[in-house]
């Protein structure tokens, strides 16, 4: 009761205190185990539409349920959790919702839902399609929309009963930061059409700033700033004016600003219909459109002799952005170094032709090169464990699972989905998973525990485009990955004098992160993997 005494006192909004007494029929207690594991000297805990600070004192944060509506509460280091009713334990979503309160504008209580963090490298994601729209009823454990993360397109369901109030990120809608709103639920039926001109604040779209329609009057400028005295009103027209001079401060909504930014706008050249001129989300959305009209194909490029170059721009899918990002980072911190062996296949193509007859006698899948590449490398990791390992900075993380990813071009980009304990399958498994995986990532349905985990890398590029010999980049944190190319018939010498034959020979590239792999390691792993690849039987053992 001292936190209701406390908001009493300091509150000039509150006449009555019978009535606030009334209200506050539930505190919030965290035991010391919660506490310990979550709640820090250093972090600061904020209700959520009310502004109070919670107490520090003793160590324990309390929180005051009013109304018995659940109230969200969040610390300075992100951590957001919500607060159920009596007896309800703490419920946690991947999806990042916060909950609203009425405020001056007369809005009901509502959630913003945030785009949520659908895998370990994700940053941004699309929204593939809404699978509700704005009215529906919502349940838990329904999908509301399809989101195209960095890896694959995931569903994203719903996690509290009530009614999709407000879709703010429709469909098709690329590059949504993780946390930044995309819709609005509220628990009422009736509330929903109060939201039909609903705008989320900039800090809950992620800028962390005040709303788009902020005014100059609630936060006026800093002293040392220019100026400006206060323009007659003009129609919004999205006219081009000359760049601000240089040192002149232009004065633009958060909203506004990246909006910009996403659209390479040079907002100097804005003309500001705000308050005091101004620049907001209206005038940029108008200046896009007019430069739209203005220009609805793209400006041909110039070649050195002053002719036209005839070019299409193709938009970045999430795949490949995530995947520049990563292979670059890989490049630039992790020291390569190359080693090939060639092995010949012969055995290993007459193993693979019995196995398949047994295969299409039992109406099994054909066996590929490929899934006997993938076996004699997880073999091999399993008598050289030292590849099978990652860095960190402390340590050298080896794993006892051997995990084979195996790269899969698509339309989109390349996939690498995951074989887990390779080691431990057979070759039919094997086959069949490829194939599985394989098609899943060329309909872009892959889910994360398809991708996620592995301890190596297999990329083939012999079999299906005929390359003979490549150097592949290793996918960190992984710390090895082999290239292999294309079997090719040469001229060996035979077992008498001036005697020669032909074999068939697949030259094999092993990328080496030298903080984990020295060369002479990498080299007993290549040993491994070629006895498994010329003498095949031994893979049955």
Same mark, same amino acid.
């Given at each position: 009761m001292v936190y209701a005494s406390q908001i009493i006192n300091h509150s000039k909004k509150l006449r009555s205190a019978p009535k606030l007494l009334q209200q506050a029929s539930v505190i919030r207690w965290f035991s010391n185990e919660v506490q310990s594991s979550i709640v820090k000297q250093d972090e600061i805990w904020k209700i959520q539409g009310f502004g109070y600070q919670a107490s520090q004192k003793g160590g324990i944060r309390n929180l005051v349920n009013v109304n018995n509506r659940p109230h969200l509460f969040q610390c300075n280091r992100g951590v957001s959790m919500m607060t159920t009713s009596v007896g309800s334990p703490f419920s946690g979503s991947l999806i990042n919702s916060k909950r609203g309160f009425s405020s001056d504008s007369g809005l009901p209580p509502h959630q913003e839902v945030g785009m949520p963090s659908l895998s370990p490298t994700m940053t941004e994601g699309n929204i593939a399609r809404w699978l509700k729209k704005e009215g529906d009823k919502i349940s838990p454990g329904e999908v509301l929309c399809e989101v195209e993360t960095d890896k694959a397109t995931v569903e994203m369901e719903c996690m509290e009963e009530g009614y999709l109030a407000k879709i703010l990120r429709g469909d098709g809608a690329k590059e949504i930061k993780v946390g930044e709103v995309i819709a609005i639920t509220v628990e009422d039926e009736e509330d929903v059409v109060k939201f039909k001109d609903y705008e989320p604040s900039s800090s809950s779209a992620g800028a962390g700033a005040a709303a788009d329609k902020e005014s100059s009057a609630s936060s006026p400028p800093k002293k040392e700033a220019v100026e400006e005295s206060v323009p007659s009103p003009e129609p919004k027209t999205a006219k081009q004016s000359p760049p601000a001079p240089a040192g002149e401060r232009i004065f633009a909504s958060p909203l506004a600003r990246k909006l910009a930014e996403e659209n390479n706008v040079p907002i100097s050249s804005i003309k500001g219909t705000g308050p005091d001129g101004s620049i907001v989300k209206a005038d940029i959305e108008d200046y896009l459109a007019s430069r739209g009209k203005k220009s609805t194909t793209a400006p041909k490029a110039k070649d050195a002799v002053g002719g036209l170059l005839d070019y299409i721009d193709i938009p970045h899918t999430q795949i490949r952005k995530v995947t520049a990002s990563r292979l670059l980072f890989s490049k630039q911190t992790i020291p390569h170094y190359y080693l090939t062996v060639d092995t010949c296949v012969d055995k290993l193509m007459d193993l693979?032709?019995?196995?398949?007859?047994?295969?299409?006698?039992?109406?099994?899948? =054909?066996?590929?090169?490929?899934?006997?590449?993938?076996?004699?490398?997880?073999?091999?990791?399993?008598?050289?464990?030292?590849?099978?390992?990652?860095?960190?900075?402390?340590?050298? =993380?080896?794993?006892?699972?051997?995990?084979?990813?195996?790269?899969?071009?698509?339309?989109?980009?390349?996939?690498?989905?995951?074989? =887990?304990?390779?080691?431990?399958?057979?070759?039919?498994?094997?086959?069949?998973?490829?194939?599985?995986?394989?098609?899943?990532?060329?309909?872009?349905?892959?889910?994360?525990?398809?991708?996620?985990?592995?301890?190596?890398?297999?990329?083939?590029?012999?079999?299906?485009?005929?390359?003979?010999?490549?150097?592949?980049?290793?996918?960190?944190?992984?710390?090895?990955?082999?290239?292999v190319g294309s079997a090719e018939k040469r001229v060996i010498p035979g077992s008498g004098a001036e005697e020669f034959k032909f074999a068939s020979f697949m030259s094999v590239t092993l990328s080496c992160d030298h903080r984990v792999i020295d060369g002479a390691i990498g080299a007993d792993w290549l040993k491994a993997f070629k006895g498994y690849i010329e003498n095949p039987e031994s893979m049955l053992l």
């Open positions: 693979r032709s019995q196995l398949n007859a047994l295969q299409e006698a039992s109406g099994g899948k =054909r066996i590929s090169v490929n899934d006997l590449v993938i076996k004699a490398a997880a073999l091999a990791l399993r008598k050289v464990p030292q590849c099978n390992s990652s860095w960190t900075d402390n340590y050298i =993380r080896q794993y006892h699972n051997v995990n084979i990813n195996v790269a899969v071009q698509t339309d989109n980009g390349l996939y690498v989905p995951v074989i =887990r304990d390779a080691d431990k399958k057979g070759l039919s498994g094997i086959s069949e998973e490829v194939k599985k995986l394989a098609q899943k990532a060329r309909e872009n349905s892959l889910k994360p525990e398809d991708y996620e985990g592995g301890t190596f890398t297999v990329s083939n590029l012999g079999g299906p485009f005929g390359i003979k010999q490549f150097c592949a980049i290793i996918n960190p944190p992984q710390s090895g990955i082999l290239a």
